[in-house]
């Protein structure tokens, strides 16, 4: 693993994936399919893609019993734990509505409302993870959203992963469609006989997947488009070179294009996380794809003082920012772009992962600048309350209507003055 | 203005408006030629489309205190007032980190951040309203971001509305460049040598804006995107005929596209609406304007019962709703899709564009199903904070590890194990 020049932290921003030409072509006319043909569009597109000629789309509460046979009870207790943590992690997010009142008798306020629907997108084959399905589904269900749809493409087989549908099953979902790429969405945007739409769609895909979803984008709304996963590690001279080492490898495995990166003020640590990654990658199940990610998308910067240190992580912006310095809180208020921050030796990335109870879908690829981690506030809408008194607007209304008469919009103006004029003024 | 059929209510969903391929590939082209040539593209397409040949693109104090010089001061004193209401109302808005512990020594939280930069595009020409100045610059000043950089189309002159100049020096924003169209988000996204990229692009704009927004979406952040601007007025029969017409027409003065609708369960009133609206729109101004829009998306419902009124409203899920009814408040609970719910007979819609405090930047074309106005939400991000204590770890790192193991992530999984194994055992 090397150690570069601060200078060249640009060259970790990874292009965003936005898809070919050709991709875009064919996730319009896999919309287009879904939107005339409905189910059989579904059905044959699920063949075509996954090799899975099914009869219908919907996950039977036979296959689910078959689910739980297939998986070790052990496991089964450790997703509902999580899933516990989440849930009251989540909880803690939930906005309240609320109405403030003046002394002319006006109130405001706004109104915290769940959305209704909600289809969420789970990647089949290897990328099939039960923590996705806890993740996605449990800040709707904590909003208050009645309706969630899961769709997840099926095997050659016709099966989907037991683990899935355990997780689903034990978040009460059973709403769950055989169906993936790009018509998965389509289906959720625009219903059909079988999927009736949803308000919002979420979760991760692959770019038919986001292509699919940018298109529909308006029509429902999306979560945001996520990139390869990444983690930055700041360091000081307290840091355990070896646990640095296997943290950052614990994203690198993710990813060929999965980025880490350790930014230290102590360059002995800087040396030996770099031998230690190297040792440990060597016997990773996941090998091949570590070193990618590390030979590409890893970095060691040496910096020489802690307020450069976080400066270089702010332009980072990374989706996972682990702080192993002596006094990690103390750097919390320095901190200003990141989608997770775990702080301290014992805060390992993966426990926020799978356990904690923080939400693990994070923005990638430096927009933690702009945007924020899943959470409760993306399941629910704002209504806003206006409620003028008759004193109220009779206070205001000439001036109401001047802002209006300025911008050129008469029977704005006119309608404030209804409320105190007679037929024959009007 | 008709009485129409319920059923017929799917009817006013007017077609999303995404653009032709023509309009697509010729903001493609805008995009890279701002990516490639900066300011000179800048200011050539601002020669080409807006006919003003400019030397440079931002506007300096000496335009600032020439619109001062040309803006009736009594407005000037009205926008202030305004700006302090919506500023008010916004504050309630603003959202606390926070932090909570557990007895293990975990601490979970949230930190709320502001973004760095945000961009505002105010539309030129006669759509240039102070008022969506007011809106979009507020929300982002509440939430803290540091940097806010406006840009508007300038007149063939090269000059910009003086009101706009006036609203944005009334809130201190000083960074306002003469630029418009596709070119302005590009610009914004992208950076230029005069204009510094920002994280975040929000306003109103025309199909262009609103193309090359959807395309740099990912690299930056961006509002939704609006369409036209509609009303449905829930009335019974306590209602006003004269002012529920007046309140329909001012959105109808719009945009032909603009929808406006009555619900109402009084057969009487939705007579007297209809020759109301009717009668009021023979002498406004933007007669034409108002005509086609309720010509084509006016429609008035009667209802057998409240309830049933009620369903339509939500599922119009309207940009501004009134309630005319006895008493309005008691429906709030029935209300779940509206982008602004006004109240009462004093609540005419035009307080709530203007001077009330809540955003005017509202989710139209039914997207309140999913989505919120304008908020400081929209202007900070959150990172999760996750700190565990060895004891928490410890307590927990077989079920993390296992969980990780299931997903087929071992390094995930020697990650949390690393911390309590010595280098041999590794």
């Given amino acids: 693993m090397k150690i570069k020049r ?8 990874r292009s965003l994936d936005q898809g070919t030409e050709e991709q875009r072509k064919a996730v319009l006319e896999v919309i287009d399919a879904v939107r005339t043909k409905g189910d059989a569009g579904l059905l044959s597109y ?15 509460k036979e296959e689910i019993i078959q689910a739980y046979e297939a998986f070790p009870t052990s496991i089964n207790v450790v997703i509902q734990e999580a899933a516990a943590n989440i849930r009251e992690y989540h909880e803690k997010q939930v906005k309240q509505s609320w109405l403030s009142t003046k002394e002319d008798g006006t109130i405001l306020g706004q109104k915290v409302t769940a959305l209704d629907a909600v289809g969420v997108y789970v990647p089949g084959g290897k990328a099939a993870y039960p923590s996705s399905v806890l993740m996605n589904v449990i800040p709707a269900q904590v909003a208050g959203v009645e309706r969630i749809a899961m769709v997840t493409p099926p095997a050659a087989d016709g099966t989907v992963p037991a683990g899935v549908l355990v997780a689903a099953d034990i978040l009460g ?19 059909t006989d079988s999927i009736k739409p949803v308000d919002k769609i979420v979760g991760p895909g692959n770019i038919f997947v986001a292509l699919a979803k940018k298109e529909v984008y ?40 999965a980025s880490c990166v350790l930014v ?13 990654v190297e040792k440990q990658l060597s016997d990773l199940p996941r090998v091949e794809i570590a070193r990618a990610s590390i030979n590409e998308f890893g970095a060691i910067y040496v910096t020489e003082s802690m307020e450069e240190a976080l400066r270089v992580v702010n332009e980072l912006a990374p989706e996972h920012l682990e702080v192993m310095t002596k006094e990690p809180m103390n750097l919390l208020p320095y901190i200003k772009h990141a989608g997770a921050i775990f702080l301290g030796r014992y805060s390992s990335e993966p426990v926020g992962d799978y ?27 704002k209504s806003s309350i206006i409620m003028y008194s008759q004193q109220a607007l009779e206070d205001n209304v000439d001036k109401i209507a001047a802002f209006a008469r300025l911008e050129g919009l008469e029977a704005h103006a ?6 105190f004029k007679k037929r024959g003024e009007f």
Same sequence: chains 1, 2.
């Fill in 264 to 276: 230290t003020t102590c360059g002995e640590l800087a040396e030996r996380v770099a031998l230690e």
């Fill in 414 to 419: 006119r309608a404030v003055e209804a409320r």
């Fill in 6 to 13: 601060i200078e060249d932290s640009v060259s970790l921003r």
């Fill in 173 to 191: 979902v059973d709403e769950i469609y055989k169906v993936g790429g790009a018509q998965a969405v389509a289906a959720l945007a625009y219903g």
């Fill in 218 to 257: 308006g029509l429902v709304d999306i979560d945001s488009i996520a990139g390869p996963s990444e983690i930055v590690v700041l360091a000081d001279e307290t840091a355990n070179a070896l646990e640095v080492a296997a943290d950052m490898l614990s994203q690198a495995e993710h990813d060929e294009r």
């Fill in 355 to 381: 356990f904690a109870g923080p939400n693990h879908v994070l923005p990638t690829n430096g927009t933690a600048r702009f945007s924020s981690g899943l959470s409760v506030d993306e399941f629910v809408k």
């Fill in 46 to 60: 699920t063949e075509k893609w996954d090799g899975a000629k099914l009869d219908s789309l919907r996950v039977t």
